[in-house]
Every structure is written in structure tokens, then in C-alpha cells.
């Protein structure tokens, strides 16, 4: 138990407040090594099974991104990520992890090789109106 004299807190539950921000600290710091520790091996996996694409390489890739998962959802959970913040590195994740199946490339044409329409439609929802916009071009 931290002493009144030995911090700058004033009171009892000033100094009991020091403790437990001190405790979430610690356990919050523990929480994003792990995720940036998890992600790295994420990325050094995804480059081995690039260098030599084999089956034992992609699960352990597969194996490495779900652990990664699940630590950034307990950290989200948990109050250490922001959602947002976890969502972007899962993501992120993602992305690598479609990368090294091919479905990175193969979505990337299917996405170019969609005709583009002269006309677009914009609708924006402006309490509770929809509005409809067109613009040729």
C-alpha cells in the first residue's frame, strides 16, 4: 500500500487512486506489447510463406493472424484499445493475410476491370429525407 507521504496525493483515496492507475497502467502496457509483439510475428510469418510458399508456412500465417485476433479484441475489450483502433489493426491484418492467399491480387482486377457509369447517384439522408442527386458527366 503506497504511504500518503510518498506521493503526491492528499488523501486516502487520492493516493488509492494512484495505485489503481499505476495497476492499469502496467496491465494496459502489457496489453499493447502483446498486440505489437503478435502483429510482428503476423508480418514475419506472411514473409516466409512468401519467400516459400507451403502449406505448414500458410497455417502457421493463419495460426499467427487468429492469435493476433483474439489478443485485439481482449484488448478492446478490455478498455486498452479504442474499437476503432483495434478494427484499423485488425484490418490491417486482414489485408496481409489476403495478400498472401491471392485474394488480395485477384480482388484488386476485379475491381479495375468494373465499367465505370457515366451517371452517379448520390443519396444523402438528411433527417430522415432521402435526397436524390445526379450528376452526368
Known amino acids: 500500500m503506497t504511504q500518503l507521504g510518498t506521493t503526491v496525493a492528499n488523501n486516502k483515496s487520492a493516493a488509492k487512486r494512484v495505485e489503481i492507475a499505476e495497476r492499469n497502467r502496467l496491465r494496459n502496457k502489457a496489453y499493447k506489447s502483446a498486440v505489437r509483439t503478435l502483429t510482428k510475428r503476423c508480418v514475419v510469418a506472411a514473409d516466409n510463406y512468401i519467400k516459400a510458399p507451403t502449406s ?27 474499437p476503432n483502433n483495434g478494427a484499423r489493426k485488425k484490418s490491417r491484418l486482414s489485408k496481409l493475410l489476403k495478400r498472401c492467399t491471392g ?14 457509369e457515366t451517371a452517379t447517384v448520390a443519396e444523402d439522408t438528411v433527417a430522415g429525407d432521402t435526397v436524390t442527386e445526379e450528376n452526368s458527366a
Open 56 to 82: 505448414e508456412h500458410m497455417q502457421e500465417v493463419q495460426a499467427r493472424v487468429s492469435a493476433a485476433f483474439s489478443k485485439i479484441d481482449k484488448a478492446v475489450k478490455r478498455g486498452v484499445l479504442h
Open 103 to 116: 485474394d488480395y491480387a485477384s480482388g484488386r482486377a476485379e475491381a479495375a476491370s468494373s465499367p465505370t
